[in-house]
Nanobody
Framework: QVQLVESGGGVVQAGGSLRLSCVVS????????VAWVRQGPGEGREFVGA????????NYADSVKGRFTISRGNAENTVYLQMTSLKPEDTAVYYC??????????????????WGQGTQVTVSS
């Protein structure tokens, strides 16, 4: 059974940085495409970014491009989301989600079938 567990959330001032981790168990992270998805207060889910199972291809939402970076540690079976220059509008619960090989766009949230429980990120102004 595939499980994903996020950690690293917290409260940070605007302009600060955080690194989220998504530990994967039950599958090697090298065969999963993993996305980060967020949900702000009273809002729907929003694609943040994703890394393809090939470990090279990434895709980011325009709202975070240039500020957020996704990377993967195969030995740790973990995917990371490095967030810099944080803004109050980045406040949300951040989820990681995984899927095995598929032809869908990385940004297609509904294509991910493994989800973590989420970690709260709060950016104060």
């Amino acid at each position: 059974q595939v499980q994903l567990v996020e950690s690293g959330g917290g409260v940070v001032q605007a302009g600060g940085s955080l690194r989220l981790s998504c530990v994967v168990s039950g599958r090697a992270v090298s065969i999963l495409s993993v996305a980060w998805v967020r949900q702000g207060p009273g809002e729907g889910r929003e694609f943040v970014g994703a890394i393809h199972w090939n470990g090279v291809t990434t895709n980011y939402a325009d709202s975070v491009k240039g500020r957020f970076t996704i990377s993967r540690g195969n030995a740790e079976n973990t995917v990371y989301l490095q967030m810099t220059s944080l803004k109050p509008e980045d406040t949300a619960v951040y989820y990681c989600a995984g899927r095995q090989h598929g032809a869908y766009l990385l940004s297609y949230i509904e294509s991910y079938n493994y989800w973590g429980q989420g970690t709260q990120v709060t950016v104060s102004s």
